[in-house]
């Protein structure tokens, strides 16, 4: 089993750990109300749903935070009818012990030249971690699967209109601004987009294109907190899909 090719390290004292040491964490005792889903649980019954809707596993990374009370991991998948692309499809999980998010699935991209990652949509998996949670897990996770299955297939339709709409150096500019104002990026990360665009790492990068510019933003936030991450590259692909027309907006000047 490969790993994702470049860690995860989740900030705040989270790391990249191995699946053992993800299962070695402890899980709180339940209460009347609420019962914690182990980390473990949610990733082999991930694990098992994927397969039973023939997706392969062909890379997977987890990280912990918190002492081991959030969890993070990705699974690089794959389909028999898939075709050859300079990215793949990702499955992000997140769980926590601490209550401060619940248990989902997010559909994601890694671009294999830089490992730059993104999210387009998260599924919740049940409202609350009850003491049903853990018998309709299973289930939870299959149509979650099958939610991610869509947003893969509009991942695929944005990646193309990205890489086929030109962005001038003004418009690049107006929407760095505007990614702040969303909250896709602090001001001290600003100065790293506009250098990541101006002055590519990678030769796929260099045409003045949307998709150049959106992996200017994932290499910057990349190196941020990855449990933000589903949230800031979500608003991130919906900034871009507006102004690429993908998705109904205001005329921009």
């Given at each position: 089993?490969?790993?994702?090719?470049?860690?995860?390290?989740?900030?705040?004292?989270?790391?990249?750990?191995?699946?053992?040491?993800?299962?070695?964490?402890?899980?709180?005792?339940?209460?009347?109300?609420?019962?914690?889903?182990?980390?473990?649980?949610?990733?082999?019954?991930?694990?098992?749903?994927?397969?039973?809707?023939?997706?392969?596993?062909?890379?997977?990374?987890?990280?912990?935070?918190?002492?081991?009370?959030?969890?993070?991991?990705?699974?690089?998948?794959?389909?028999?009818?898939?075709?050859?692309?300079?990215?793949?499809?990702?499955?992000?999980?997140?769980?926590?012990h601490d209550q401060t998010f619940r248990a989902s699935l997010v559909a994601g991209s890694?671009?294999?030249?830089?490992?730059?990652?993104?999210?387009?949509?998260?599924?919740?998996?049940?409202?609350?971690?009850?003491?049903?949670?853990?018998?309709?897990?299973?289930?939870?996770?299959?149509?979650?699967?099958?939610?991610?299955?869509?947003?893969?297939?509009?991942?695929?339709?944005?990646?193309?209109?990205?890489?086929?709409?030109?962005?001038?150096?003004?418009?690049?500019?107006?929407?760095?601004?505007?990614?702040?104002?969303?909250?896709?990026?602090?001001?001290?990360?600003?100065?790293?987009?506009?250098?990541?665009?101006?002055?590519?790492?990678?030769?796929?990068?260099?045409?003045?294109?949307?998709?150049?510019?959106?992996?200017?933003?994932?290499?910057v936030l990349r190196d941020g907190n990855v449990a933000e991450l589903p949230r800031r590259?979500?608003?991130?692909?919906?900034?871009?899909?507006?102004?690429?027309?993908?998705?109904?907006?205001?005329?921009?000047?």
């Amino acid at each position: 089993m490969q790993m994702l090719r470049k860690p995860l390290c989740l900030h705040a004292g989270g790391a990249l750990v191995t699946l053992d040491q993800v299962r070695e964490a402890t899980t709180p005792e339940a209460t009347a109300t609420w019962l914690p889903l182990p980390h473990s649980q949610l990733i082999d019954t991930t694990r098992k749903s994927l397969a039973n809707v023939g997706l392969k596993i062909v890379a997977e990374q987890h990280a912990l935070a918190k002492e081991g009370n959030r969890y993070f991991g990705l699974f690089g998948v794959t389909s028999e009818s898939a075709e050859p692309k300079d990215y793949g499809w990702v499955v992000g999980m997140r769980n926590s012990h601490d209550q401060t998010f619940r248990a989902s699935l997010v559909a994601g991209s890694n671009v294999f030249v830089c490992d730059n990652l993104a999210f387009n949509g998260e599924v919740n998996i049940g409202h609350k971690h009850t003491n049903r949670l853990l018998d309709k897990l299973p289930g939870l996770v299959t149509g979650a699967i099958h939610k991610l299955t869509d947003c893969w297939f509009s991942l695929d339709k944005q990646i193309a209109a990205y890489k086929d709409f030109e962005i001038k150096s003004v418009e690049a500019d107006h929407l760095c601004v505007q990614a702040m104002d969303l909250g896709i990026i602090g001001c001290t990360a600003l100065p790293k987009v506009l250098k990541a665009w101006r002055k590519p790492e990678h030769e796929a990068f260099e045409p003045r294109t949307a998709w150049s510019l959106f992996n200017a933003f994932t290499g910057v936030l990349r190196d941020g907190n990855v449990a933000e991450l589903p949230r800031r590259t979500e608003r991130l692909h919906g900034m871009v899909d507006a102004w690429t027309g993908l998705v109904s907006s205001k005329k921009h000047s």
